[in-house]
């Protein structure tokens, strides 16, 4: 099928997708979001971090739009720094979910995103971060993981991969929840029915925007759920096999700047020639500014905000 030569939505995962390894936004990734959206788009982000590991780069950004969060359990406004709308995970059906997961395959190393705005992530002994940028809470006992409500678990394997862990999550577990691989060492368990596609069909409708405006970019077999709602699913280079299956494009990698190949493509524009100091403003009214370029955007210290009753 051929690409149209523009959209109205550009929905881009983050981790493998957006920013490089280092946590960092390109020059040339923050040069074709800037055109893209003096054209007419909106950027939406469409991550598995819950909101309080967005909060910061949309800051950078300037974004005072909405963000979909905590693989679309959470939308978030960045404007008003509140949830439009979350989604829990019952804590007594992650426990049992658990427990059936490490009745097949043996102790397994658990964390949790707590719900809200101020949520933390809390992180069990024996369980390591994937992200080591991203801050985290390590309790004592697993018990301790279910003291407020979360939004999703993360579960690690000593020996088994993470393709034979969610296997073997989705056949014991059934309806208890929803299970998605976001990245290399990320297994999460969400509540029953909930993906990227559900956060993002709520998001773009309150933009007033439609699976055939829309664009989407991402690298991990959570993403599946959001390819298929959206007119185009485009995959990274360095995307996991059960995604690139189903896109419509495989664009180059994360590092190589694989969204910018293609907003460039559809939106014009194209390489730029030099590293510039700050990506100058996009001109239509309501759009978020650019951070400078290469900065760091996914370090920052949590801090307690009063919660939306």
């Known amino acids: 099928m051929a690409a149209p030569t523009a959209y109205s939505l550009i929905a881009t995962d983050l981790d493998g997708t957006l920013l490089r390894g280092d946590d960092t936004l390109s020059d ?127 579960l690690r394997h000593p020996v088994l991969s993470d393709d034979e862990l969610a296997a073997t999550a989705r056949s014991v577990i059934g309806s208890l929840a929803t299970v998605t691989m976001s990245g290399p060492g990320t297994v999460e368990l969400q509540p029953c029915g909930i993906t990227k596609a559900t956060g993002l069909a709520l998001a773009a409708g309150h933009l007033g925007l439609s699976p055939a405006d829309t664009l989407a970019f991402g690298d991990m077999p959570n993403d599946i759920p959001m390819f298929d709602w959206a007119a185009r699913g485009v995959a990274m280079a360095n995307a996991h096999p059960e995604l690139k299956a189903v896109a419509d494009e495989v664009t180059t990698t994360n590092e190589d700047d694989g969204v910018a190949v293609v907003l460039e493509r559809l939106f014009g524009g194209g390489p730029v020639p030099h590293v510039p100091q700050h990506v100058p403003h996009p001109s239509a009214p309501g759009v978020p500014s650019p951070p400078a370029a290469g900065r760091v955007v996914a370090q920052y210290a949590p801090k307690t905000l009063s919660m939306e009753p």
């Open 28 to 154: 040339r990734t923050l040069a074709a979001l800037a055109q893209a959206t003096r054209a007419g788009a909106r950027h939406l982000v469409v991550t598995g971090r819950p909101a309080p590991r967005v909060r910061p780069l949309l800051e950078d950004l300037g974004c005072t739009g909405l963000a979909v969060c905590g693989q679309g359990a959470q939308v978030y406004d960045a404007g008003t720094d509140r949830l439009l709308w979350s989604v829990t995970l019952d804590r007594e059906l992650a426990e049992t979910a658990l427990g059936k997961i490490e009745a097949e395959t043996g102790e397994v190393y658990a964390a949790v995103d707590q719900d809200g705005v101020d949520g933390l992530t809390l992180i069990e002994p024996g369980y390591r971060m994937p992200h080591p940028t991203l801050p985290a809470v390590r309790v004592e006992r697993r018990s301790d993981l279910w003291a407020r409500p979360i939004s999703k678990v993360l």
